[in-house]
């Protein structure tokens, strides 16, 4: 049971970080003043960085490293991008 809500607790940090960095990415496009294409694709890169960095966050505080590490962060970055 412990596990189940400590999944849903890194889960739902996970989906609140991915809400909020998709503001700050929206902000930081409107101070650079993109549209169109530029700005979509400065956003998806944006957005996959900061989950990127939380899920290698997270991953340090699971103490994991190497393959484990890697599989994780790959795993993690892909959920968040759903």
């Known amino acids: 049971m412990k596990r189940i809500a400590l999944t849903f607790a890194l889960v739902s940090t996970l989906v609140a970080g991915v809400a909020h960095a998709e503001a700050t990415c929206e902000e930081k496009a409107a101070e650079k003043k993109l549209a169109g294409a530029a ?16 899920c290698q966050n997270q991953a340090f505080m699971k103490k994991l490293s190497g393959a484990a590490k890697a599989s994780f962060v790959k795993k993690c970055v892909t959920d968040a991008a759903k």
């Open 39 to 54: 700005k979509a694709s400065f956003l998806k890169k944006c957005v996959k960085d900061t989950a990127e960095a939380s």
